[in-house]
């Protein structure tokens, strides 16, 4: 490698992170099964606080399942206001949870125990399972992207105790929001928060202080 050229492959990684965009609109084609397992097993590579590895993933696929999800959030009355229809194509819904008492008891066992966060859910400032259960999503959506699909990270909002009940999801576990995911159809129109676009590097990099 000489000096000029970078370690990052503009091909590989690199291209991926660029690719990447909310996609909102989907064709009805199915995942296979086998390419939706290899993707769900990159998301669990993610790194985990402690190991624990309290993030679940709920995944329906099929219109069957998807349908469960769509008319317990956007019953039908709703749907003809709602500014996405394409994304009720999504052939896959995956919710990634994460487990709160998972990593309550892991940091109450011995190496883990001086951090006091064995008390309970409550004495974390960060809440561990939402960090990891987020760093898992993003692994999901760069698999996606690398493997020609998209995806669609999207809020829950105050439909989560409803899902929860529809889907079995216990007590101490949350989904943090959902991922549609499949094949991206033709016509993309992007969100207006997309559209706000990125700041420039030197408005979120702080050297030395912010
Ligand atoms: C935590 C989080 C919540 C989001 N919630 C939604 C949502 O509810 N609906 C939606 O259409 N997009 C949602 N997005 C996608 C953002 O609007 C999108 O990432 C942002 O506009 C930048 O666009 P890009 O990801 O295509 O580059 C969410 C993204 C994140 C990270």
Not at 4 to 24: K, Q, Y
Not at 188 to 208: E, F, I, M, N
């Amino acid at each position: 490698m000489n000096g000029s050229s970078s370690p990052l492959d503009e091909a590989g990684f690199v291209a991926t992170v660029r690719a990447r965009r909310m996609v909102r609109n989907y064709r009805t084609d199915p995942v296979a099964p086998h390419l939706l397992d290899g993707l769900l097993d990159l998301a669990r590579r993610a790194p985990s606080a402690g190991n624990t590895v309290g993030t679940h993933f709920v995944v329906l696929e099929g219109p069957d399942q998807t349908r469960r999800y769509w008319d317990t959030t956007l019953p039908t009355e709703r749907r003809q206001d709602f500014p996405w229809p394409g994304l009720l194509s999504a052939p896959v819904l995956v919710l990634p949870c994460g487990d709160a008492d998972a990593y309550v008891a892991r940091y109450g066992q011995p190496d883990k125990s001086r951090t006091g966060l064995g008390e309970g859910a409550d004495a974390w400032g960060i809440p561990y399972w939402h960090v990891d259960t987020a760093m898992a999503t993003m692994t999901l959506l760069h698999s996606t992207v690398a493997a020609g699909l998209g995806a669609l990270f999207f809020g829950i909002f105050d439909n989560e105790a409803a899902i929860c009940t529809e889907l079995g999801i216990p007590d101490s576990v949350r989904p943090i929001g959902t991922v549609a995911l499949g094949y991206p159809a033709d016509d993309q129109r992007t969100s207006l928060s997309a559209q706000r676009g990125r700041p420039p590097l030197s408005d979120v990099v702080h050297r030395g202080h912010w």
